[in-house]
């Protein structure tokens, strides 16, 4: 399985934009690349996925690199809620229920 | 309603005794899950059940046994179990098999066993 690579944790300040990187270096074309986030004392909740094209939701914004090896999600303006623990996850096509979590990220939020 | 219920939200359990963990939605999905989460660690995939038929079984243990009586609910089974075992056990459902449906998350149920 492709696994992606992702920093422990990151820091944000309140009303800025943060950008949490994922790195996927062997993606295969047949990859889907979701997000994923984890509030503390909750079950994860779905932010966005995409395949080659940048995409835009109400949540958030997933910006891929060409080669499709990286990709980064861009919360346009953290509030104190969005602190979680945000997964990057390849999901391949042909074996859809197929889910792994990596590691992920911990962002925390200053107010 | 977009939404996943799991009872019960805590469950104290000894290595001898036999429990179910329950899970319900009522969105119409057609594929449903189990994911065990330990503490400071990513949920792990169990199973999967994709139209009342299970589809993966991660080599779970057989002291889990997962059923889907139908296709709102899906429970877990337990039997025998370790203190390693000890974790928080989430469900999920998604609407079909396609990799572009998302996935929903119940609040888990959080057990111990002693």
């Known amino acids: 399985d492709a696994k992606t690579t992702q920093p422990n944790s990151m820091e944000s300040n309140e009303e800025e934009p943060v950008h949490l990187p994922c790195n996927h270096s062997t993606i295969s074309g047949t990859d889907y690349i979701h997000w994923y986030r984890q509030l503390p004392s909750q079950g994860p909740e779905y932010v966005i996925h995409g395949l080659t094209s940048n995409v835009n939701n109400r949540m958030a914004s997933l910006a891929i690199a060409e080669d499709r090896k990286s990709s980064t999600l861009i919360l346009h303006r953290a509030t104190l809620r969005d602190a979680a623990v945000y997964y990057c996850?390849?999901?391949?096509?042909?074996?859809?229920?197929?889910?792994?979590f990596g590691a992920g990220t911990r962002l925390t939020v200053k107010p | 309603d977009t939404e996943v219920t799991q009872t019960p939200k805590h469950l104290v359990m000894g290595m001898t005794n036999k429990k179910s963990l329950k899970c319900e939605q009522h969105m119409g999905h057609r594929a449903m899950y189990w994911y065990k989460q330990k503490a400071k660690k990513p949920p792990e995939l169990m199973f999967v059940?994709?139209?009342?038929?299970?589809?993966i079984n991660e080599s779970v243990p057989s002291r889990f046994s997962p059923e889907c009586p139908n296709s709102s609910l899906l429970n877990l089974h337990l039997h025998a179990l370790q203190p390693e075992d000890s974790a928080l056990y989430l469900c999920a459902s998604s609407q079909g098999d396609q990799v572009a449906y998302e996935q929903y998350f119940g609040p888990g149920t959080r057990l111990t066993v002693t």
């Open positions: 059940y994709s139209y009342e038929k299970l589809s």
């Open positions: 996850i390849l999901r391949r096509s042909y074996n859809n229920n197929d889910m792994r």
